[in-house]
């Protein structure tokens, strides 16, 4: 049972453009939103994270929307720059239970030139 | 170090074998986690440490595995008896986490190939 999903497998953005990344969960005791970026052959790094608290949080080109009441939030790019090519995870945790992060399956993101 | 590390970073091993991976958390960091990450997945949750105890293991596929962090720092991560399905990128993370809301650093992961 999936509880953070990410649906689309993969998405073609082109370069200069706004990628926006879409996550969805299920566990409403989920407090605690995070993306994490990986490149081939690392491990996954943090990129920003969004507390159930707020529906926003921006850092430089990246910014985080959180809809509690649709479960569902999503991680926007701009403008989209050719490094941004990875495979983007997205990662909830029920900080006030058991700190335990749960992973999405992740969407690969190619910025085309 | 600076960061998460993990050895080694390519295990090539023959069914049947035990095995131990090795995380070297950030110092200082009392919360570690192992996942377990194959071909077009995420990474799967395996375990959860805090200081020394096992504070969620339930991601554990089976009695085969089992993990350790004696003093609070450096966990290794045990297979017995490996399968080929236990192939796989195994990565470890550690975190100041202490239900505050901190991200989780990771290493660079162990391949893991069951010949």
């Known amino acids: 049972d999936q509880q953070v999903k990410q649906n689309s497998p993969s998405l073609s953005v082109q370069e200069g453009r706004i990628s926006i990344l879409n996550c969805d969960y299920t566990n409403s005791m989920f407090d605690y939103f995070l993306w994490y970026k990986k490149y081939p052959a690392e491990g996954p790094t943090f990129l920003i994270s969004i507390s159930s608290i707020k529906d926003k949080n921006e850092d430089g080109r990246f910014t985080v929307f959180l809809n509690k009441s649709a479960k569902h939030l999503s991680l926007h790019i701009v403008p989209s720059q050719p490094g941004d090519s990875a495979v983007y995870f997205c990662?909830?945790?029920?900080?006030?239970?058991?700190?335990?992060?749960?992973f999405g399956k992740g969407t690969r993101l190619h910025i085309l030139p | 170090g600076a960061g998460v590390s993990q050895t080694p970073s390519n295990k090539v091993t023959e069914k049947g074998k035990y095995v131990e991976l090795r995380c070297d958390p950030i110092s200082g960091h009392t919360a570690l986690y192992w996942y377990r990450q194959s071909l077009g997945q995420g990474p799967e949750f395996l375990i959860y440490f805090q200081g020394t105890g096992a504070a969620d293991d339930s991601g554990l596929p089976n009695d085969r595995f089992f993990a350790v962090r004696p003093e609070g720092s450096v966990s290794t991560l045990k297979i017995q008896r490996t399968e080929r399905g236990d192939s796989a990128v195994y990565l470890c993370?550690?975190?100041?986490?202490?239900?505050?809301?901190?991200?989780?650093?990771f290493g660079q992961g162990t391949r893991l190939t069951v010949v």
């Open positions: 993370a550690s975190s100041l986490s202490q239900g505050g809301n901190t991200e989780a650093f």
């Open positions: 990662a909830a945790s029920a900080k006030g239970r058991d700190d335990k992060i749960i």
